[in-house]
Nanobody
Framework: VQLQGLGGGLVQAGGSLRLSCAAS????????MGWFRQAPGKEREFVAS????????AYADSVKGRFTISRDNAKNTVYLQMNSLKPEDTAVYYC??????????????????WGQGTEVTVSS
């Protein structure tokens, strides 16, 4: 599977953005999907993931209650709705796909596929 992330941009604190990640191929529904982010000078961190059927989303504590991950298997797309954005959400966001679980594993590398990254900047 190949991934292409879209939807980043510049937004003021308190605003919203929706990221999307389109997957090529006909096996999208076989993959757990997730989002990671990496801020300048910081390590890559887990943001959210969702299982193959689009249920049981998991979130990092830092985004819980503000971000929502969803997927549309008919459109081969995963989304990340980001509300109440804060300056500390500024980062490059990457979508990932893997046939194994993503959340709760401690992994930030070794996934089956990565998107190219989309930049999100939140101004104060």
């Amino acid at each position: 599977v190949q991934l292409q992330g879209l939807g980043g941009g510049l937004v003021q604190a308190g605003g919203s953005l929706r990221l999307s990640c389109a997957a090529s191929g006909r096996t999208f529904s076989e993959y757990v999907m997730g989002w990671f982010r990496q801020a300048p000078g910081k390590e890559r961190e887990f943001v959210a993931s969702i299982n193959k059927r689009g249920v049981k989303p998991a979130y990092a504590d830092s985004v819980k209650g503000r971000f929502t991950i969803s997927r549309d298997n008919a459109k081969n797309t995963v989304y990340l709705q980001m509300n109440s954005l804060k300056p500390e959400d500024t980062a490059v966001y990457y979508c990932v796909a893997d046939k194994r679980p993503i959340a709760g594993t401690g992994r930030s590398t070794g996934f089956d596929a990565w998107g190219q990254g989309t930049e999100v900047t939140v101004s104060s």
